[in-house]
């Protein structure tokens, strides 16, 4: 599909989507044409998790496009969401995908915020002005991360829920102890070329500072890994500190949501 951001899926890859993300396939569609089923015109996804759902990976095919198939494909999976009975539908679209966008809003979602997806290649950075010495790293276990994910202070988005986080096999953290009485932790998806996940949560301190300063740390000792963070929200103080130590903004996703009650 000519997306306006290419995501390339192998099976592998789309297993691990449908695991990490808790798509339900039972409540998910393909479009094909009656006359050929090999021809397949758009799919689209469901994610379920307790009092809410998620749309994703809904896409048609150039050659169906005009045909009413975004249409049907949206039917459906507004139809399976409340044979469900959630409260709540959400999904993202990416900013520029304005046919998307008008589609939505027709079935009555409504724009929560903007979310920045960044990236971060490897190469070498000096430390940030004001960046923070680090006093104690003490590395986390996965139970003790996934507290930490679920007491964060902000909402997080569907991709970056604790539920995605608990279904991720290589997870990573650090509590960190910075000079100046700041704290944080930062936890992370780990394989052998790239970072993904890079949450970070400041606790006391300046969050700019604390951020980059916890960043700087991780970057320096893995400084040949690539790294992303996704779905960062646009009025978020910590996106400084990223910026600040070399993610940069490849695209922006507008976060949505229908209310099923109404």
């Known amino acids: 599909m000519d997306y306006i951001v290419p995501m390339p899926m192998t099976a592998a890859r789309l297993q691990e989507y449908i695991d990490v993300y808790d798509i339900d396939l039972s409540c998910s569609c393909a479009v094909i044409d009656e006359m050929e089923p090999d021809l397949i015109f758009g799919i689209g996804m469901l994610g379920v998790r307790p009092e809410r759902g998620w749309i994703t990976r809904l896409g048609v095919l150039p050659y169906a496009r005009r045909l009413g198939t975004g249409g049907a494909i949206m039917d459906y999976l507004v139809t399976q969401t409340r044979r469900l009975g959630l409260p709540a539908l959400w999904l993202e679209v990416i900013v520029g995908n304005d046919p998307a966008l008008r589609l939505f809003q027709r079935y009555g979602f409504t724009m929560t915020r903007e979310l920045i997806v960044s990236r971060r290649p490897p190469k070498a950075h000096a430390a940030?002005?004001?960046?923070?010495?680090?006093?104690?790293?003490?590395?986390?276990?996965?139970?003790?991360?996934?507290?930490?994910?679920?007491?964060?202070?902000?909402?997080?988005?569907?991709?970056?829920?604790?539920?995605?986080?608990?279904?991720?096999?290589?997870?990573?953290?650090?509590?960190?102890?910075?000079?100046?009485?700041?704290?944080?932790?930062?936890?992370?998806?780990?394989?052998?070329?790239?970072?993904?996940?890079?949450?970070?949560?400041?606790?006391?301190?300046?969050?700019?500072?604390?951020?980059?300063?916890?960043?700087?740390?991780?970057?320096?000792?893995?400084?040949?890994?690539?790294?992303?963070?996704?779905?960062?929200?646009?009025?978020?103080?910590?996106?400084?500190?990223?910026?600040?130590?070399?993610?940069?903004?490849?695209?922006?996703?507008?976060?949505?949501?229908?209310?099923?009650?109404?």
């Not at 679920?150 to 997870?171: H, I, K, M």
């Not at 910075?178 to 780990?190: P, T």
């Open 128 to 262: 940030p002005t004001g960046c923070l010495d680090v006093e104690a790293v003490t590395p986390l276990k996965v139970p003790q991360m996934l507290e930490l994910l679920g007491a964060r202070s902000d909402r997080p988005n569907w991709l970056n829920e604790t539920e995605s986080f608990a279904n991720v096999a290589r997870l990573n953290g650090f509590m960190m102890h910075l000079e100046r009485n700041a704290r944080g932790w930062m936890v992370y998806e780990s394989s052998v070329l790239q970072m993904k996940r890079v949450v970070v949560e400041v606790l006391e301190g300046d969050p700019p500072t604390v951020t980059q300063s916890i960043l700087h740390w991780l970057h320096q000792r893995l400084p040949v890994i690539d790294a992303t963070s996704e779905n960062i929200p646009l009025d978020d103080p910590r996106w400084a500190g990223y910026a600040a130590v070399g993610y940069f903004d490849s695209f922006h996703r507008y976060e949505m949501v229908k209310d099923m009650t109404i």
